[in-house]
């Protein structure tokens, strides 16, 4: 049974540092692995998706990378803004399984 | 484009009334599912569905019946509720296991 984990829970950075979020999964079997941002009071938005035969994805700002061997996806945000403060989760799933998600990590950028 | 609708955004009960969430999502995706989210416990999937006639239970579906006659609709009928059934349940959609998956905005459930 696939489980995610993402540490640390809260991260607070200065504007305009790069940063990586961290997630961990256990099955190797991955067969994608998303990126998705919360809001307060609102509904997750996919940011990026990695399929297990790919290494990363980008989307401007943001560039999302995946290591089977190890168990780990990185989530890189470039030039933090303000606007980017959200909670930040990743799901995995193993095969035609439903998505199982991480507890997310609170991220507050300080202008 | 609506993507995926969710009513009603609050609901008050009281323990042992039932009701039902409603999920509508007009992307003709084949995969729909219900989380709910509670603090310190992230989001854990309740039933999801693969298509039209066909569904699933998740890592909690105890107290949770769906169906699904149509593509479009996919709602969660809560038998009758308890108070551990207070959090925010969240619908989504997909067009496959591997495709984004698309959430509606919530309905935050208080059931005292």
């Known amino acids: 049974k696939q489980e995610v984990t993402q540490i640390p829970a809260a991260l607070s950075v200065p504007e305009g540092e790069n940063l990586v979020l961290n997630c961990s999964f256990t099955d190797s079997a991955i067969y994608n692995l998303q990126w998705f941002r919360q809001d307060p009071g609102k509904g997750l938005t996919s940011l990026l998706l990695i399929q297990s035969s790919q290494r990363e994805q980008t989307s401007g700002r943001l560039n999302a990378s995946l290591d089977k061997s190890s168990g780990r996806s990185t989530l890189y945000i470039a030039a933090s803004q303000p606007g980017d403060s959200a909670t930040y989760l990743c799901a995995a799933n193993s095969g035609n399984t439903p998505l199982v998600f991480g507890k997310g990590t609170r991220l507050s950028v300080i202008a | ?112």
Request: proline share 5%.
């Open chain 2, 1 to 112: 484009n609506a993507g995926v609708t969710q009513t009603p955004k609050f609901q008050v009960l009281k323990t042992g009334q039932s009701m039902t969430l409603q999920c509508a999502q007009d992307m003709n995706h084949e995969y729909m599912s219900w989380y709910r989210q509670d603090p310190g416990m992230g989001l854990r999937l309740i039933h999801y569905s693969v298509g039209a006639g066909i569904t699933d239970q998740g890592e909690v579906p105890n107290g949770y019946n769906v169906s699904r006659s149509t593509t479009e609709d996919f709602p969660l009928r809560l038998l009758s509720a308890a108070p551990s059934q207070t959090s925010v349940y969240f619908c989504a959609s997909s067009a496959s296991y591997n495709s984004p998956l698309h959430f509606g905005n919530g309905t935050r459930l208080t059931v005292t």
